[in-house]
């Protein structure tokens, strides 16, 4: 699969009822984080947060964001983090619809899912855009609690030693995080200008970030190939590739496609992400459905056995007249996501075919 935030009796009963006419209200972006006990009641949220003297722990998604429902599966969902974050309002913001649209707008929210932590005043502490897994993620939040890691704290650190080039990529990208992107690309080209040989080792990393702002705005392939060529051990390597793959996708090149994803690949054998996105493509295409299924297989040993990349080894399988081995597969993935709609659904398909 390619891949690239409480009550006895008859008041119980109400509550129930309550609770579960809430969620059949809510909408695909809403509905799951309401399961989990966040509330949609921004105002509510609010009120309690001062009354309280309690941080707010808001969520921001849409319906189509995959990583968001994984985020809820994988994260939210897991007692260890209802146990650690106990001490927060919990807020789920639709970003595109309603109110959540101005908010989304408010905070420079940019993608998703987009975690931010905000004070008693609703003010943000900080955030995180994008999954992280447990327990870094609970960790993060407890440290923006405690007034560790965040920006302030980052720039603070950074007043007295303006040398640390690896501290000021982490206050370069926190900038962005923020929407505040002529800060953050002078910070980015700062980095870069004093150190041209990446001896630090994060130049090139700053490099990467300042050709995706200006791809973001201009679509400016060029440049990301440009990285490539300049750094060819980048840590954001395969996310250009993928990013240059969807560009060639779009423009209907799939001789470029095709190319970018075996340089990809050769550039970065040891990616998970990447050699996923690669066999996926070609499951999509039918290219070369052999050695994209040898490269999925490496992808699911490199990573664990991560479930969109087994969904991916499994679609192979089929596309290959392997139906039984596939139905086999995703039930590996299903045992670690029971119940996951879209896995349940592969697997009927599966099992349709003798």
Request: glycine share 8%; hydrophobic share 45%; with cysteine.
């Amino acid at each position: 699969m390619h891949s690239p935030a409480r009550w006895g009796g008859r008041l119980l009963l109400l509550a129930g009822l309550l609770a579960t006419a809430a969620i059949a209200e809510t909408d695909k972006a809403t509905g799951e984080a309401v399961k989990l006990g966040f509330g949609t009641d921004k105002g509510a949220a609010l009120s309690q947060a001062a009354a309280a003297g309690r941080p707010i722990l808001a969520f921001f998604t849409t319906d189509w964001c995959s990583w968001c429902r994984r985020l809820e599966a994988d994260v939210l969902s897991t007692p260890e983090f209802k146990q650690g974050s106990q001490g927060w309002v919990k807020l789920v913001i639709d970003a595109e619809k309603g109110d959540g649209v101005d908010w989304a707008k408010r905070f420079n929210v940019q993608g998703y899912p987009t975690l931010i932590l905000l004070d008693r005043k609703g003010e943000e502490i900080d955030r995180q855009a994008g999954y992280s897994p447990m327990p870094a993620f609970l960790q993060t939040f407890q440290d923006f609690e405690r007034g560790v890691g965040t920006l302030s704290a980052l720039q603070t650190q950074l007043a007295t030693a303006p040398g640390d080039l690896p501290l000021a990529l982490r206050v370069a990208r926190k900038l962005e995080e923020r929407g505040r992107a002529g800060e953050a690309r002078a910070a980015f080209q700062a980095i870069v200008a004093q150190d041209p040989r990446n001896a630090s080792g994060v130049a090139d990393e700053a490099d990467a970030d300042l050709a995706l702002a200006a791809f973001r705005v201009d679509k400016d392939a060029a440049a990301l190939e440009a990285v490539l060529a300049r750094w060819p051990a980048c840590e954001q390597g395969p996310q250009l590739y993928n990013i240059l793959v969807g560009a060639a996708s779009k423009a209907g090149d799939e001789a470029r496609m095709r190319d970018l994803l075996n340089r990809a690949v050769a550039q970065y054998p040891e990616d998970p992400d990447l050699l996923n996105s690669y066999a996926w493509t070609c499951a999509e295409k039918g290219w070369d459905l052999e050695r994209a299924l040898g490269l999925a297989e490496k992808a699911v040993r490199l990573s664990g056995g991560e479930p969109n990349i087994l969904d991916t080894v499994a679609e192979l399988q089929f596309k290959l007249g392997r139906a039984g081995e596939a139905a086999a597969t995703i039930r590996q993935a299903l045992a670690k996501r029971p119940g996951d709609e879209y896995l349940t659904k592969q697997l009927k398909r599966f099992e349709a075919r003798p």
